[in-house]
């Protein structure tokens, strides 16, 4: 059974940080790249980041680039979001997801798997 599941999200201030974390089971970790995605209620799920199965390639939504960093751990089956300068804007709900592949996407529908989302909000 495969299960992505979030951890770290929470309330910050406007320019504060969060650290995300995806811990992945069930699957071929190394095999696979992992993204993270947002959505605020009534809105679409937008694209935020992701990396490849070796960590060597990563994508940045434009809203987040420079402020967020994606990384991942394949010892550990885990990737990371580091979230600095957070905005009220940033506020939503991340998932983590992951792609079977070498080739790294930011539509939804590439991605087979989905965690169940952490709520990040940034107070102004």
């Known amino acids: 059974q495969v299960q992505l599941v979030e951890s770290g999200g929470g309330l910050v201030q406007a320019g504060g940080s969060l650290r995300l974390s995806c811990a992945v089971s069930g699957l071929t970790f190394r095999t696979h790249s992992v993204g993270w995605f947002r959505q605020v209620p009534g809105e679409e799920r937008e694209f935020v980041t992701v990396?490849?199965?070796?960590?060597?390639?990563?994508l940045y939504a434009d809203s987040v680039k420079g402020r967020f960093t994606i990384s991942r751990d394949n010892s550990k089956n885990t990737v990371f979001l580091q979230m600095n300068s957070l905005k009220p804007e940033d506020t939503a709900v991340y998932y983590c997801?992951?792609?079977?592949?070498?080739?790294?996407?930011?539509?939804?529908?590439?991605?087979?798997?989905w965690g169940q989302g952490t709520q990040v909000t940034v107070s102004s």
């Open positions: 990396i490849s199965w070796s960590g060597e390639s990563a």
């Open positions: 997801a992951a792609a079977l592949g070498v080739s790294i996407s930011t539509v939804t529908s590439r991605y087979e798997y």
